[in-house]
């Protein structure tokens, strides 16, 4: 009897490859990065090159002679790739597996293979593969003679070899049908959307850098029960709860996907409903790492990205959170926003005091009403307790008198007829 073999998925063990092209920009840090997204795709970097030079290659990213110094540290190494930490064109990625005789990855297909991993909703899936898909459509020819090296690991989640071994007008058909369906989930979004805006409760989106803690916020507020760990995008799918703070007002918040940089356009625009939340808010929760020593970079990140969605005239409030393993003399301030606080969403620190500035928030959208109701008008006062908030009521010989702050647009409705 034969025996039997044991197959195991080959470990990825890869060098990280940048570019430092202008002066300003901090290749390590970023290459410092890529390692973790590589690490959250589940391979290992085993080590790295970074060039000088005034501009990436064209043709093959690097230049000769780094090519060579490359060659020879993925023989020292035994990698089984490398992981370039630009986009590359299909022309770069198929000169240098020519070159290298080896996988060449970039840092879009590590995000692309990492959000891949992490859908689990059908709106989440099928924005990851519409992702994939326009990424791969125009690398279809630059990928063909690499198929046969493609195995299991880094960057072959989600779709698949099967699509890409078929023609471009197959993908871009399944493009066309992934638009459409994801047009559907966007109008069931915005009947969601319409029904929150009936309510009259006020909305706060949770922005910020990917593992900033956004998540862990959510839940330490409103016990929501989302995947919350130290990990890069973990977690993908918006999620909505209802907060109820102290004072009894009610405000909805929606944790969203974290940012980070060089998010890879096509993320961007397959995600752009998901991202749209913040764009229909009334508040911003920008949180942010202040243990993280790239923190202002983060935050630069954070608002570009919000730019190119549009989201404009918000109330910001930045929760400087992890305040627990920050340096106690860092300075922490953040121009931008119109309120800042020190929290930690793990401990709790500075959540009271997050919980107070909401609540000061919405009451300063409100009006304030005092009025007394005929007893055959009690009902508004339900109105009242539902959307605005009720400060006092005493019921006299005339009917009921009450204080309270209302939203606006109900003011008028709330007069005694």
């Given at each position: 009897m034969a025996e039997l073999i044991e197959i195991k998925d080959t470990e990825e063990r890869v060098i990280l490859v940048g570019v430092n092209a202008s002066d300003g920009e901090d290749t390590e840090s970023s290459l410092d990065e890529l390692e973790e997204l590589v690490k959250t795709a589940g391979g290992t970097a085993v080590g790295r090159l970074i060039q000088n030079r005034e501009r990436i290659h064209p043709g093959t990213y690097l230049g000769k002679g780094k090519l060579d110094e490359l060659r020879e540290l993925l023989w020292e190494t035994g990698a089984t790739g490398i992981v370039c930490d630009d986009e590359l064109s299909p022309a770069q990625m198929r000169n240098m597996e020519d070159v290298l005789d080896t996988k060449s990855l970039d840092r879009t297909m590590v995000i692309l293979d990492i959000f891949a991993g992490r859908a689990t909703t059908r709106e989440g899936k099928l924005q990851v593969e519409l992702a994939q898909l326009r990424y791969r459509a125009v690398r279809l020819v630059g990928l063909r003679s690499s198929l046969s090296r493609l195995g299991g690991g880094i960057g072959?989640?989600?779709?698949?070899?099967?699509?890409?071994?078929?023609?471009?007008?197959?993908?871009?058909?399944?493009?066309?049908?992934l638009k459409a369906e994801l047009e559907e989930v966007k109008r069931h979004r915005e009947v969601s959307r319409q029904q929150r805006e009936r309510s009259h409760m006020l909305r706060a989106a949770i922005v910020g850098y990917t593992n900033a803690g956004k998540s862990?916020?959510?839940?330490?507020?409103?016990?929501?029960?989302?995947?919350?760990?130290?990990?890069l995008f973990a977690t993908l799918d918006p999620t909505t709860r209802n907060l109820k703070l102290p004072d009894g007002q009610e405000i909805l918040l929606t944790d969203t996907v974290g940012f980070i940089r060089k998010l890879p356009h096509h993320l961007v625009e397959a995600f752009k409903s998901t991202l749209e939340e913040a764009k229909y808010c009334d508040i911003i929760l920008h949180v942010v790492?202040?243990?993280?020593?790239?923190?202002?970079?983060?935050?630069?990140?954070?608002?570009?990205?919000?730019?190119?969605?549009?989201?404009?005239?918000?109330?910001?409030?930045?929760?400087?959170?992890?305040i627990d393993r920050a340096e106690k003399e860092q300075v922490l301030r953040d121009f931008r926003s119109d309120h800042q606080l020190k929290i930690s969403a793990k401990t709790g620190e500075g959540l009271d005091e997050l919980l107070e500035l909401l609540g000061a928030i919405l009451r300063?959208?409100?009006?304030?009403?005092?009025?007394?109701?005929?007893?055959?008008?009690?009902?508004?006062?339900?109105?009242?307790?539902?959307?605005?908030?009720?400060?006092?009521e005493e019921y006299g010989e005339d009917g009921i008198a009450v204080k309270a702050y209302v939203p606006a647009e109900l003011y008028t409705s709330l007069l005694p007829s």
């Open positions: 072959t989640r989600g779709p698949g070899e099967s699509k890409l071994e078929i023609d471009r007008r197959r993908i871009h058909d399944r493009i066309g049908q862990t916020l959510l839940n330490r507020l409103t016990d929501a029960g989302i995947l919350a760990e130290d990990k790492d202040c243990s993280n020593p790239q923190m202002d970079m983060q935050m630069y990140v954070v608002y570009d990205t919000l730019k190119q969605l549009g989201v404009e005239d918000k109330e910001y409030i930045t929760l400087f959170n992890k300063s959208r409100k009006v304030y009403l005092e009025r007394t109701y005929p007893y055959a008008q009690a009902g508004r006062i339900q109105l009242i307790r539902k959307y605005g908030e009720l400060l006092s």
